[in-house]
């Protein structure tokens, strides 16, 4: 069965400082690998996806993530963090119909 | 946004009772699903459906059943509610699987559910 385990559960940061957030999956086969964004009492919303291609791929709000597919990896990264990316984000997998999310990383940037 | 609508939004319940949370999307995706987001566990997959009367089981569908008789309804229902089945349920939708089909979640606003 497929699985998806985030790192790390709370990051503390200092706006304009770098971000990377971990994600590795489980799963033998071809996926589709997404990062959503969950902000304070809203559900949550595509940051971006990868499906084929080009392994770096770049979503909304200059958010970024690469794909290794040798480390079964789909790092989230940005350059400059804003106090308005406070949030959870959560790392998702879909393999064989099922779209299955890790346990998400809380964001909390300080200004 | 996405037409997607779950009600209740709020449900106060006690242990033992049945109770039927509905999702009704107005977009005509073929795919829905069912999860609870609970501190710590983040979005856990109850049950999913890829057509009207195909479903199949996602990460924790012990106690629950869902049902999918039509394509823009889908019904999680918790056959006996215990306390530790008290969290939020989120419904979501999306028009596929892959790049071809753009495929995306759309979420629900979910359903603040309580077992006493």
């Known amino acids: 069965a497929q699985s998806v385990s985030q790192h790390n559960h709370h990051v503390i940061l200092s706006e304009a400082a770098s971000l990377e957030l971990g994600c590795n999956y489980s799963?033998?086969?071809?996926?589709?690998l997404f990062w959503y964004v969950q902000y304070p009492g809203q559900h949550l919303q595509l940051l971006l996806k990868?499906?084929?291609?080009?392994?770096l791929v770049k979503g909304i709000k200059g958010f970024e993530a690469e794909f290794i597919k040798s480390k079964f990896s789909f790092n989230l990264r940005k350059p400059s963090v804003q106090w308005s990316d406070t949030a959870e984000y959560f790392c998702a997998v879909n393999a064989d119909d099922k779209i299955i999310f890790g346990k998400g990383t809380r964001l909390h940037i300080l200004p | 946004d996405a037409g997607i609508t779950q009600s209740p939004r709020h449900k106060v319940t006690e242990t033992g009772t049945p109770v039927t949370l509905r999702c009704h999307q107005t977009?005509?995706?073929?795919?829905m699903y069912w999860y609870r987001q609970d501190p710590g566990h983040g979005l856990r997959l109850i049950h999913y459906?890829?057509?009207?009367?195909?479903?199949d089981k996602g990460e924790v569908s012990d106690g629950y059943s869902v049902s999918r008789s039509k394509t823009e309804d889908f019904l999680l229902t918790l056959e006996s509610a215990t306390s530790s089945q008290t969290s939020v349920y989120f419904c979501?939708?999306?028009?596929?699987?892959?790049?071809?089909?753009?495929?995306?979640?759309?979420f629900g606003s979910g359903t603040q559910l309580s077992v006493l």
């Open positions: 977009e005509n995706h073929r795919y």
């Open positions: 799963y033998g086969g071809t996926v589709n």
């Open positions: 990868y499906f084929s291609g080009d392994p």
């Open positions: 459906s890829y057509g009207v009367k195909d479903t």
């Open positions: 979501a939708i999306s028009p596929g699987q892959g790049a071809a089909t753009n495929e995306k979640l759309f």
